[in-house]
């Protein structure tokens, strides 16, 4: 009996600890995204987005929009990216199999018009192409693919074989876009295009902002709890977090919302895994993986500003689909890439960025939840006292509160987004309330995302179901009639499996925890 | 253990207070500091615009005139409409900030200690396009930090002073890694008088150098260095300049590099020396070569077989001729390539396309 009890004495002050090694990691990466923020606002009145802006020479871009069932919103998509600022991009949608009109609604608003086309087999997919049209009034501008349901990744390995640019801009269909978002996320390619291999560019909560024709004018917290909380944990975790590993140089997760890579790379790493759930942040650790195999000198760097905006989920049932998914994709590359963790041979990746994935994001809810249990078991068994229980909760959570009101400062101190005094006010309550019931909720849906993990299953394409945004108005004209009808798509595979990626390689190569979900 | 814990919440408490204290402040000072400024900047802004709408002696003398604590104000928004302006609303402006002495402060501040204040002023002077800073701009093309340098390459081709093209290109010679394409966009920016240097250039022993000049020379438009360019496709040991060189004489469109493109469809040449070849020789849109280029549609490689497709497309009669024929052939590869052509090209030009070729007859 005196064993156990000593067991769960030590179990308790373990847990202390390890709160508070996870809290400090995190006051660690705002310190490292304070000196980044700092080094971006000293820098940006030199920054030649202009000059990019007019370059025959800056790198055009292909950008990925995979599609499914995303018929509400895909016009007003696809207009806005098309009126991003950048010299030369051309859009790819790549509809997997939609069971609505997804398709029709491009071809009325875009004169589609149905041309064969030979599709690439650079990286693998699975879904047959059943047809491609591209724009009558644009056809190098605007590309549609209509293929058979493959999923997320399978879509994007398309939209990869179909690109023309030597990089390559993945965004998902709901999210919104800052006018100069692709110029920011483009510019390390352009200061150092031999040694940039991926950027990834930050995603704020739209919930709450005014959004029209596809921009966000008016930028506020969210009318509800749920996601007020998430615009705390997204500023803590996905904007200061990743900018923090930036400058460590240990950026491993790059959004699906709003991600720019090398296409060669891509292609070289054979695209994206179909297999994994969290394909986006699978790549970029496959990335790392080849390239310090390789001995190359590369960076993955996150950009701050501007931004792309994406829905928030805003039900319970919405938030806990989407985290399990988050952490089950997170099990999914651990698993996969476990060679990589603690091995001096893939450097800061290896030694410093997956074994904090693993202890800190990966493991963390499975010993939040065992603290739940335990700390009371050894209140309840006399190993503990009333007072240590009480201020090893407050310290535990009083040291995660004081990291979000870091993050909130932080925030206020470099881009102050929120204008509104209410807004801030919000924020501070928000770090209050997160404590109480939402992080114990959210480690209750990672421990799930590890069991399905574990359990392995079916991939979905993990959407939840859009509120849409406050002000939200397509700036869709009247449809047009469609274009006449052409021959049906072809999709012929190379006698030759064959990618000529040097002129990929010439064009850009030729100078000389907490709950913070990590993957989304 | 208690104690310890009992301080640690009192010392988060604190520091959690703080932090909201800390917040509040930042934002109220930030809101009217930005509010002073926007009352301090009302005048001077009205000034500005009405001189940038329409610039004249007397707005130009106010503007020079106006004392250091106004213009502070105004200085970003003047430097922002210098690069939306253009001719002499341009001129008037730039000379403005001449009269103030800002050019002159600029040369010296490139003189820095800080990385950050050399490379502003180094923008400064290229926005400005003020010709005198050309030899300060170019003793930044060897600063320490690399930053600096880009901020100087791209300068020196907003001043457009063609003696930089030698100091541009030596850029590209060393072991620092610096972005040969804002290099090539500033070689451009000098105008037909940096060709001689571009074409001394082609010499280089650093590949990059090469590549550089030949890239600029094609989106320069000048034709002179055309068959200096012709005899790099054969001749460079560097495949990259090799296919620059390729793509080069399709923008330049002279006849001259119409027999070495055509030599480079040789299944012996690299494949992105094909590819960019046929795609050269579809932008200099030679009827001859479209045999070569009907060959190339076989190719197993996509890249290839694509950009001859395409380039056939850009040939008009004969080019579409030979894509209607491939697409009636018996390798569906090459017929695929073939059909994918055509539809583009009856997407561009209904009409034409709509005439039935020699070969549907």
Not at chain 1, 25 to 35: E, R
Not at chain 1, 285 to 310: C, I, K, M, N
Not at chain 1, 412 to 422: D, G, Q, V
Not at chain 2, 260 to 278: E, I, M
Request: some cysteine.
């Amino acid at each position: 009996m005196e064993t156990l009890l000593s067991l769960l004495r030590a179990a308790d002050y373990a847990f202390l600890l390890y709160f508070a090694a996870i809290n400090t990691s995190y006051l660690v990466l705002l310190v490292l995204a304070a000196q980044e923020f700092g080094r971006h606002a000293r820098r940006a009145p030199f920054a030649g987005a202009d000059d990019m802006l007019r370059s025959p020479l800056t790198f055009p871009i292909s950008i990925i929009v995979p599609a499914y069932n995303e018929g509400p919103g895909i016009v007003a998509a696809v207009q806005a990216i098309a009126a991003l600022e950048y010299p030369t991009f051309e859009i790819i949608v790549v509809d997997d199999g939609s069971t609505d009109d997804t398709v029709d609604r491009l071809r009325d608003q875009f004169q589609l018009v149905a041309t064969p086309r030979v599709v690439p087999s650079a990286v693998a997919y699975t879904g047959q192409v059943r047809a491609t049209y591209v724009s009558a009034t644009n056809p190098d501008g605007l590309l549609v693919v209509s293929k058979a349901n493959g999923g997320k990744a399978d879509a994007l390995n398309v939209g990869i074989n179909m690109a023309r640019f030597p990089l390559l801009c993945m965004v998902d269909a709901d999210s919104v876009m800052d006018p100069r978002a692709l110029l920011a996320v483009a510019k390390p390619f352009v200061d150092d295009p031999v040694r940039v291999a991926a950027t990834g560019g930050v995603v704020r909560i739209a919930n709450g902002c005014r959004v029209v024709a596809g921009r966000v004018v008016e930028v506020g917290m969210p009318r509800q709890w749920l996601p007020r909380i998430q615009v705390i944990e997204y500023l803590r975790a996905f904007l200061m977090g990743r900018a923090g590993w930036s400058r460590l140089g240990g950026l491993v997760v790059i959004s699906g919302a709003f991600g720019l890579f090398r296409r060669d790379l891509v292609v070289l790493a054979g695209g994206m895994a179909s297999d994994c759930i969290g394909e986006d942040a699978e790549l970029v650790v496959r990335l790392h993986r080849r390239l310090s195999a390789t001995g190359g000198d590369y960076r993955v760097v996150f950009v701050s500003e501007p931004v792309s905006w994406s829905e928030a989920p805003s039900t319970l049932a919405a938030l806990g689909k989407q985290r399990r998914r988050w952490h089950r994709g997170l099990a999914e590359i651990l698993v996969r890439h476990r060679r990589m963790i603690g091995n001096p041979r893939y450097g800061r990746i290896g030694l410093l960025a997956l074994p904090w994935y693993l202890q800190f994001e990966l493991l963390a809810p499975v010993v939040e939840l065992l603290a739940v249990v335990l700390v009371p078991a050894g209140l309840y068994a006399g190993a503990v006292n009333v007072d240590f229980a009480w201020r090893f909760l407050l310290v535990a959570y009083g040291y995660a509160f004081v990291i979000s009101l870091a993050a909130l400062l932080l925030e206020e101190l470099s881009f102050h987004r929120y204008p509104r005094w209410r807004d801030l006010g919000l924020g501070f309550v928000a770090a209050v309330i997160e404590n109480l019931g939402y992080r114990q909720l959210m480690a209750w849906w990672q421990l799930r995302g590890i069991w399905d993990a574990v359990r392995g299953g079916r991939h979905d394409w993990g959407r939840h179901q859009r509120q849409g945004f406050h002000g939200d108005q397509s700036t869709a004209g009247p449809p047009v009639a469609v274009g006449q009808p052409a021959p049906r798509g072809v999709s012929a595979a190379a006698p030759k499996e064959t990618e000529n990626r040097l002129h990929q390689i010439d064009t850009l190569g030729s100078s000389s925890r907490s709950t913070d979900g990590g993957i989304g | 253990m208690n104690d310890a814990l009992i301080i640690t919440v009192i010392v988060l408490a604190g520091v959690a207070v703080a932090i909201i204290v800390a917040t509040t402040l930042i934002r109220f000072l930030r809101l009217r500091r930005e509010r002073r400024q926007a009352r301090l900047a009302a005048g001077p802004r009205r000034e500005l615009l009405a001189f940038a709408a329409e610039p004249d002696a007397s707005g130009a003398d106010r503007l020079a005139a106006m004392p250091q604590r106004q213009w502070q104000h105004i200085e970003p928004a003047a430097l922002a409409l210098l690069g939306k302006l253009r001719g002499d609303g341009y001129q008037a402006l730039a000379q403005v900030f001449d009269r103030r002495g800002i050019a002159e402060e600029a040369i010296r501040q490139t003189r820095s200690r800080s990385p950050v204040v050399r490379a502003r002023h180094a923008e400064l002077l290229g926005a400005l396009r003020h010709g005198p800073a050309a030899p300060d701009l170019a003793r930044l093309l060897r600063d320490r930090d690399v930053e600096v340098v880009v901020v100087a390459i791209r300068a020196l081709g907003h001043v457009g002073d063609p003696r930089a093209a030698p100091a541009l290109l030596d850029t590209l010679a060393g072991d620092r890694s610096v972005p040969a394409h804002l290099v090539a966009q500033s070689l451009t920016q000098l105008g037909p008088d940096a060709v001689p240097a571009l074409m001394d250039a082609l010499a280089a022993p650093a590949a990059t150098e090469r590549l550089t000049a030949v890239q600029a020379m094609g989106m320069l438009g000048d034709p002179r260095p055309s068959r200096a360019v012709a005899g790099v496709i054969a001749a460079d040991p560097d495949l990259a300049v090799r296919v620059a060189a390729a793509r080069t004489l399709g923008e330049l469109g002279a006849r001259v590099g119409l027999e070495p493109l055509v030599a480079a469809l040789a299944p012996r040449s690299p494949p992105d020396l094909r590819a960019a070849a046929a795609t050269a020789l579809g932008a200099l849109g030679a009827p001859t070569a479209a045999p070569a280029l009907g060959a190339l549609l076989n190719d197993p490689i996509y890249q290839v077989a694509h950009a001859a497709a395409r380039a056939l497309r850009r040939l008009g009669g004969p080019g579409l001729n030979e894509l209607t024929g491939a697409a009636a052939g018996p390798s569906e590869w090459t017929a695929a390539h073939a059909r994918e052509a055509l539809a583009m090209a009856a997407l561009a030009n209904p009409a034409r396309t709509a005439r039935p070729s020699p070969l549907e007859v």
